[in-house]
Antibody
Framework: QVQLVESGGGVVRPGTSLRLSCVASGFSFGSYDMNWVRQAPGQGLEWVAFTSYDGRNKHHAESVKGRLSVSRDNSKNTLYLEMNSLRVEDTAVYHC???????????WGPGTQVIVSP | DVQMTQSPASLSASIGDRVTITCRAS??????LAWYQQKPGKVPKLLIYSTSALHSGVPSRFSGSGSGTDFTLTISSLQPEDAATYYCQRYSTPPFTFGQGTRLEIK
């Protein structure tokens, strides 16, 4: 079955960097577009970034542009989120999520928590 | 960017009730609208995509409708396990914005 497992979260200071990873299994990772979605404590869902199946097309939310960057390594079945210049408002659980036919997201990882605190 | 606004923010209903949640886009998004259900401590679950297509395994009491800017999620007969927060999401071209969520409680 489809499995997505994120890692790399932690507690960091504002202005520092972090790299999140999401290892996929149970499906042909290199054939699927992928997303990162985050959820701040007690808050709603926020879409963060998208990458096409081959990594050629990428899009980021305005709130993270220039600081967070999505990438992937299909040879390792892994999705990444490079996080630079972190802010307190980036505190959230970060989920990787698989695209479903370019109409929705159908599978989510359990998430990795990022806490940005002075 | 297109903004997605859900209403109500929360509601309380009884078992067997018909429940409707609305999602309004700030501009037309064609039919690229999805609905998710999230229970506390769990990841979201896809219910409906392309406005009205029921995802595999989702009970038929859930349905979606709408077009352009106005969309609805309907639960025809509310069940205890439907207590959750529901989110709409536009999924045409990025950004794939979510609505702010609607919390559904059972009376």
């Amino acid at each position: 079955q489809v499995q997505l497992v994120e890692s790399g979260g932690g507690v960091v200071r504002p202005g520092t960097s972090l790299r999140l990873s999401c290892v996929a299994s149970g499906f042909s990772f290199g054939s699927y577009d992928m997303n990162w979605v985050r959820q701040a404590p007690g808050q709603g869902l926020e879409w963060v970034a998208f990458t096409s199946y081959d990594g050629r097309n990428k899009h980021h939310a305005e709130s993270v542009k220039g600081r967070l960057s999505v990438s992937r390594d299909n040879s390792k079945n892994t999705l990444y989120l490079e996080m630079n210049s972190l802010r307190v408002e980036d505190t959230a659980v970060y989920h990787c999520a698989r695209d479903f036919g370019q109409v929705a997201v159908d599978s989510w990882g359990p998430g990795t928590q990022v806490i940005v605190s002075p | 960017d297109v903004q997605m606004t859900q209403s109500p923010a929360s509601l309380s209903a009884s078992i067997g009730d018909r429940v409707t949640i609305t999602c309004r886009a700030s501009q037309g998004i064609s039919s690229y609208l999805a609905w998710y259900q999230q229970k506390p401590g769990k990841v979201p679950k896809l219910l409906i995509y392309s406005t009205s297509a029921l995802h595999s395994g989702v009970p038929s009491r859930f349905s979606g409708s709408g077009s352009g800017t106005d969309f609805t999620l309907t639960i025809s007969s509310l069940q205890p396990e439907d207590a959750a927060t529901y989110y709409c999401q536009r999924y045409s071209t990025p950004p794939f914005t979510f609505g702010q969520g609607t919390r559904l409680e059972i009376k």
